[in-house]
């Protein structure tokens, strides 16, 4: 295993980012370390010998402690690594979940409008959450940590596993009403199919790659989106893998069904495919989305449109079926936004037309503009160097209220 991998990124990574910019690579090497924190050190006991992480130290030194997460009023404008949302039907309010940093999680229960920090049982950063259904949630993190609440994530609980380890579980994924998995660094699966209570963790193949998103078509098929070009694919809910052969050598951090037929899969620099992953031999489209940005989150809107989140404060969208619809991606239009402060964006969720957004910064909430709802994207370009009264007004910022004390 190369050296330069200790820091989550392959040699193909370095070498592809560092042909762009040395900014580049410091900002994508910096969110990936803040994700992995002790696997940027050692893999495998080697020894530390990546400049890249150099700036990235003081970041790490925040990660990867135990105990109780602390009561932080600032907590949603702190590092915060994923979010997620639901809307129970039956008594019409949506929850939203964000975690991040130190353990901290932070839980709304009317949409958004008022924010209160839960007890979580753990300093150690989580990495990804997810709903199981209106009151069971999942959470993973750093040290193969497994935190689960049954209140709609007011209170949480941590799960203990048969295995210790120091490396970080990185998504977290439902399959059914009881079956969950969770992947990490060094090719680690877990599996729950009592939604959560226990798990079974093992190693999906024999390599150590960091394995990055779960990417499910249906509760059967599933890929896995990991580091230097490795993805796999199971047809039977996660229990087998077999792994995929795809035109690219960098990471791959995110994806996308978008179609039983398409999946796209974006990674470093911009880099994105468009295939069939569950053909004997897959054939790939490269995917052109005029940026040079690493991509770490997508996701889907009602009207169809596709919104990924990155490096640099990057937020783009482009309308799904011109994907499906185009044999050449050089083509396509897109709608390029980016934050003022250029601060990372890790994740995004999306709930009726309110994009949430977590990274460097924090929390924040926008509306979709109803020119980009109700009209083509094509007719509107924003390069993400134009920071004007245009792109300002594009996406509405939404204020939230935060009660700085701790659920009990």
Known sequence: MNPMLHIG???NDLFDVLSHSVTQLMRAARLVCLRLSHSCFTRRRRTFRSIATISTIPFLMLCATHGNASSYPNVPHSLLLDVTTRTDPAHATTHVVAVGQRGHIIVSADAGQHFEQAVSNTQNTLTSVCFFNEQILLAVGHNLTIIRSEDGGKQWHTIALD?????PFLDVHPLSER??????AYGYVARTEDAGKTWQVRLSTQEDFHLNAIIS????????????GHVYRSTDQGITWTPIEIPYTGS????????????????LRGNGLIGNPFLDEP????????????????????????????????????EKASLLNTSNTDTLQTIHLARPDRKDLAALDIQNQTIWTVGEAGLHQYSLPNTLINHPLTAQQITAQQITAQQKSALKEIP????SSMSH
């Open 217 to 228: 078509l249906d509760s059967n098929r599933l890929i896995l989106a990991g580091e230097s």
């Open 163 to 167: 295995k210790s380890d120091t490396v």
């Open 252 to 267: 791959l951090f995110t994806g996308l069904f978008l179609s039983p037929q398409q999946v796209l899969l974006l990674g």
């Open 179 to 184: 079956v969950a998995l969770a992947v990490g």
């Open 283 to 318: 054939s790939w489209q490269y995917l052109n989305l005029k940026s040079q940005n690493t991509w770490f989150d997508v996701a889907e809107d009602k009207r169809g449109y596709l919104w990924m989140v990155g490096a640099a404060g990057q937020l783009q969208s482009v």
């Open 400 to 403: 939230f209220s935060f009660i």
């Open 9 to 11: 990124l392959s040699k």
